[in-house]
């Protein structure tokens, strides 16, 4: 079986390639606070994906479930909420991330098993692998490849593989 593995902050290998990433602003931690733009550290699974199907014409994996996204799509990041860290439909009254973007950073979606089965509030919500930015800047939790190697590793990801993070944070203040 191959996983992802993030090697430092800013590299994450598949099989025998690396691959550019960005990490959360917050480092890396191994408990994750709702709000603390870090990085969660662990061995998580890859759930499912979503994808603009008016930006990718494919889908972006034959082996993992993938889901349309449609302008209704959300994700509730409110802890008091019943449906925290889980898919909502729009509109929705509590607070919420929106999965239809004006830019290409949710143009596919990775949707880690972080604080799912079962689900704590604040313990950190909406951990996915998305797109990066221009310039690979930190995100708020998340990591971010380019569009064209993430749709690559999804070509060849199975059910099985798992996406494996380290604490670089710990690394860092022992040197």
Request: aromatic content about 8%.
């Amino acid at each position: 079986m191959t996983n992802l593995v993030l090697t430092s902050p800013t590299t994450l290998i598949f099989g025998k390639k690396e691959y550019r990433c960005a990490t959360g602003a917050g480092g890396f931690k191994e408990t994750k606070v709702e709000g603390d733009k870090a990085t969660p550290v662990g061995v998580f699974s890859l759930r499912y994906v979503f994808y603009r199907p008016d930006k990718i014409e494919d889908k972006p994996s034959q082996r993992l479930t993938c889901r349309k996204l449609n302008k209704n799509d959300g994700w509730c990041d409110d802890p008091k909420d019943p449906r925290y860290n889980n898919h909502i439909r729009l509109p929705y009254a509590a607070r919420h991330e929106e999965l239809w973007r004006e830019d290409d950073v949710y143009d596919v979606i990775v949707v880690t098993s972080h604080n799912s089965m079962p689900v704590i509030p604040n313990n950190g919500s909406a951990v996915f692998i998305h797109v990066a930015r221009d310039g690979y800047t930190p995100t708020e939790g998340c990591i971010a490849l380019a569009k064209d190697d993430l749709l690559e590793i999804l070509r060849n990801v199975v059910p099985s593989t798992q996406i494996i993070i380290p604490n670089f944070d710990k690394k860092l203040k022992r040197a």
